[in-house]
T-cell receptor, first 110, second 110 residues
Framework: KQEVTQIPAALSVPEGENLVLNCSFT??????LQWFRQDPGKGLTSLLL?????REQTSGRLNASLDKSSGRSTLYIAASQPGDSATYLC?????????FGQGTRLTINP | DTAVSQTPKYLVTQMGNDKSIKCEQN?????MYWYKQDSKKFLKIMFS???????INETVPNRFSPKSPDKAHLNLHINSLELGDSAVYFC?????????FGQGTRLTVV
């Protein structure tokens, strides 16, 4: 059974810092890995999708890496801004479903 | 245009009632899902449908009955609501493992 773990559960950093969010999964038989953002009381917004054959994806200040053999992914956020405050979820894609981690609640302090 | 839309956004009801949540996607995706997000913000899959056929039922009580009249719709009907059903329910669709989520329905059972 696939299990996805995100560390840390919560993170608070000053504005401008670079930071890394971690995601690990137990079963490497995945189609892809997706990072989402969830704002309080809102739905999920897809940030980055990494196919199982890829090593990383970049979008603006965000960079996600994937090491399928070790069951790990990281989301790197450069030059953090208060608007980046949200919960970040990683999810691995298996047949017919996404399996989610518990999320990392990120707070960027001005 | 909203890719995955679900209604209502909020639902407050008494124990024992029956309620439905509707979901529609205009992305042309083959697969649709229902996820439940509990009070700890953990997202867990409930059902997965592919081309109107049930693929996954993750040990959900049979009080929950999904209905897919066509590939673009997946509705969720809940009978005899219980206090523990209070949560946010997300509809999603995917193609090739990429998930798109609705804004969620916050169900409160009183």
């Amino acid at each position: 059974k696939q299990e996805v773990t995100q560390i840390p559960a919560a993170l608070s950093v000053p504005e401008g810092e670079n930071l890394v969010l971690n995601c690990s999964f137990t079963d490497s038989a995945i189609y892809n890995l997706q990072w989402f953002r969830q704002d309080p009381g809102k739905g999920l917004t897809s940030l980055l999708l990494i196919q199982s054959s890829q090593r990383e994806q970049t979008s603006g200040r965000l960079n996600a890496s994937l090491d399928k053999s070790s069951g790990r992914s990281t989301l790197y956020i450069a030059a953090s801004q208060p608007g980046d405050s949200a919960t970040y979820l990683c999810a691995v894609s298996q047949p017919q479903k996404l399996v989610f981690g518990q999320g990392t609640r990120l707070t960027i302090n001005p | 245009d909203t890719a995955v839309s679900q209604t209502p956004k909020y639902l407050v009801t008494q124990m024992g009632n029956d309620k439905s949540i509707k979901c529609e996607q205009n992305l042309g995706h083959d697969t649709m899902y229902w996820y439940k997000q509990d009070s700890k913000k953990f997202l867990k899959i409930m059902f997965s449908y592919n081309n109107k056929e049930l693929i996954i039922n993750e040990t959900v009580p049979n009080r929950f009955s999904p209905k897919s009249p066509d590939k673009a719709h997946l509705n969720l009907h809940i009978n005899s609501l219980e206090l523990g059903d209070s949560a946010v329910y997300f509809c999603a669709s995917s193609q090739g493992g990429t998930g798109s989520f609705g804004q969620g329905t916050r169900l409160t059972v009183v």
